[in-house]
């Protein structure tokens, strides 16, 4: 069996590789692909992790379908809603949508919520 965070690094890896063509050779980017690929895979690792973790404490499928499902459609999708009730500004586009920090940011910290947690329990249950 392969441990949690070896599974997770490994699925989060193979799907962000499976979107960098995307990131690269079409429009489907902020503009700075660099910044948009960086942000990207900490998004999907973040995502990844938090999935796993739902799914493992389920234990069932659903929760990683949700959580995609509710993401394409709070974030990705052409009329998304969290981009259409954001104040637009110069620096907007660093911040916020797939390629933003913002994003990165919380889903990186629902990972590391989820694995505070699951170490916790892992710590008490020795």
Request: hydrophobic share 50%; with cysteine.
């Amino acid at each position: 069996m392969v441990p949690f965070k070896t599974a997770s690094v490994i699925i989060g890896s193979v799907w962000f590789l499976y979107h960098a063509p995307v990131i690269l050779f079409s429009n489907y980017n902020k503009g700075n692909i660099p910044y948009s690929l960086l942000c990207f895979f900490l998004i999907v690792m973040g995502f990844t992790i938090t999935a796993n973790y739902l799914c493992l404490k389920a234990p069932s499928f659903w929760p990683a379908v949700l959580i995609h499902a509710s993401h394409n459609v709070f974030v990705q999708s052409v009329q998304s809603i969290f981009d259409s009730i954001t104040v637009t500004g110069k620096y907007t586009n660093y911040f916020t949508s797939e390629f933003g920090i913002g994003l990165a940011v919380a889903y990186i910290g629902a990972a590391i919520a989820g694995l505070l947690i699951l170490h916790m329990k892992e710590y008490y249950h020795k």
